[in-house]
């Protein structure tokens, strides 16, 4: 008998079927090949892997791929059952004709040996049909235990951020750290109607990082502020596996937990009202990104919405924005309540100008009270005490001869960097805490003026005049029928009584 090459190919399925250790299926593959004149090269696993998708087996790809190289290195794949190739009927017949027709590649079950000719072909069609009907069946009554599990309570998906599994089937336990971030995102969005993309942008400054050690986007911030789990609830059957695409909220399970809340339900609440109420036009940019300072700030007098920026020319060639209702654009407002950036940045600087010099304000003092107050003088003071044990390591590293005398200079520079930021933030802290005994009116008067002269100065960019407005102005009304200007100005205030 000629000598042949083969692949071997294991795969253990996420669900719990009755099918053979992969040990034992290498086992049966090494005897056939034994057996039958066969050298496998290698044997290829996938553990803990579905095969209804072969897109989302890499081991399986890794192996088609190499099987189909032009030095033609096997003459045939071997696998347990054929179900361990593919429980997709359309897949299997796909990959095992590519392998066949193209490559001259077999594609053998050890355990369901077929005769050549026509029948062995539809005996083998009809074990692909099997599988995948059982594959199918098999979904629907892992489906109904998940989602009997989903009642009780169980969590039954990978922990988010904040969360760790320490014990399987027992529920997620907090991490403490983690949890910290948590309590940052829902108290900056709740109580000091921070946008995703800032808090994103705070905390990266930060050097916090997601779940999977990655820098933190707008649709993080989303999920963790979306996500139950943090007040004590689970959530189950969301998305759809295969596309992650939301289902509708009737398919949701979402019941109480059996873990340890983070936040208060209280607080959750809070920030689903807010994220309801939020008008968020699909493509709207962060605020930190508009180009015009007043980007994000002017209200329509008639309904309420965002005054939203076109960019046009003059004859001279210099440009300017046109606001106007996004509620008009829509057919949602009666009136456009158009007006130029020519004419409404004089206003407001007029207008910021009379408060200054009057000291005539009319404001509110937002008293939030949040169940948990975050402390971020502790953190910038944590993250510079961890800069101490970042110095010992490079220290160690040199002197074991691990890095070289530049790498340990450089890495020295690094951490010294990071500490005058640190330094600095903690600084600007000091700077405003020294302000909190002043009268409520003089610490805002203090703070208008300040960003007076911010947007007064050709030194700052828009998006940076954009930011100042935002700490103290909650909203900008020009109400063209009658020519005026309101600005609604507002004062966080932590300890307020």
């Given at each position: 008998m000629k000598q042949r090459y083969a692949y071997g190919y294991v795969r253990v399925s996420t669900d719990k079927q009755e099918e053979l250790s992969p040990d034992s299926q290498e086992k049966l593959l090494r005897e056939y090949a034994r057996k039958n004149n066969m050298i496998i090269l290698k044997i290829f696993f996938e553990i803990g892997v579905s095969g209804r998708k072969a897109d989302k087996r890499p081991s399986f790809q890794e192996m088609i791929g190499s099987a189909k190289s032009k030095d033609h290195p096997v003459d045939a794949i071997l696998v347990w059952k054929y179900s361990r190739f593919a429980r997709n009927?359309?897949?299997s017949i796909v990959y095992k004709s590519l392998l066949k027709k193209?490559?001259?590649?077999?594609v053998i079950s050890v355990s369901e040996p077929l005769i050549d000719g026509p029948f062995g072909s539809l005996i083998e069609r009809i074990i692909e049909w099997m599988d995948e009907y059982y594959s199918i069946r098999l979904s629907g009554e892992v489906f109904r235990g998940m989602k009997e599990n989903a009642l009780r309570g169980s969590f039954q998906a990978r922990p988010p951020l904040g969360y760790?599994?320490?014990?399987h089937g027992e529920p997620p336990v907090i991490v403490p750290e983690e949890a910290k971030v948590v309590k940052i995102i829902f108290e900056k969005y709740v109580n000091e109607n921070m946008s995703f993309f800032d808090i994103a942008r705070y905390l990266n400054s930060l050097g916090f990082k997601t779940s999977r050690n990655k820098n933190f986007e707008c649709r993080s911030i989303e999920y963790i502020i979306q996500n139950?789990?943090?007040?004590?609830?689970?959530?189950w059957n969301r998305t759809k596996n295969d596309t992650n695409e939301i289902k509708d909220r009737s398919e949701w399970i979402v019941t109480d937990g059996e873990h340890e809340a983070i936040i208060s339900k209280e607080l959750f609440d809070k920030a689903q009202e807010q994220y309801k109420v939020t008008y968020k036009p699909r493509g709207k940019r962060p605020p930190s990104t508009y180009k015009h300072w007043l980007s994000g700030l002017l209200k329509c007098p008639d309904c309420g919405r965002t005054l939203v920026a076109t960019t046009l020319h003059r004859a001279n060639g210099d440009y300017y924005a046109y606001f106007k209702c996004y509620g008009y654009c829509k057919g949602k407002c009666p009136r456009a309540n158009g007006i130029s950036s020519l004419v409404i940045e004089k206003a407001v600087m007029d207008s910021l100008?009379?408060?200054i010099y009057t000291r005539n304000i009319e404001f509110e003092l937002k008293n939030y009270q949040p169940v948990e107050i975050i402390n971020e003088r502790s953190l910038l003071e944590e993250r510079l005490h961890g800069l101490e044990n970042k110095e010992e390591r490079i220290k160690a590293s040199y002197r074991e001869g691990i890095?070289?005398?530049?790498?340990?200079k450089e890495n020295k520079l690094l951490i010294q960097k990071e500490r005058e930021e640190i330094e600095e933030q903690l600084s600007e802290f000091s700077k405003t805490e020294s302000t909190d005994q002043q009268d409520d009116k003089d610490v805002l008067l203090k703070k208008v003026s300040n960003i007076y002269s911010i947007i007064s100065s050709d030194k700052y960019t828009d998006a940076q005049k954009n930011a100042a407005l935002r700490q103290v102005i909650d909203r900008i009304v020009y109400n063209r029928q009658n020519d005026t200007l309101k600005i609604y100005y507002f004062l966080y205030k932590s300890n307020c009584g």
């Open positions: 009927q359309e897949e193209q490559n001259n590649v077999d760790k599994i320490v014990e139950p789990i943090y007040c004590g609830m689970i959530r100008k009379k408060v890095d070289t005398l530049e790498e340990y």
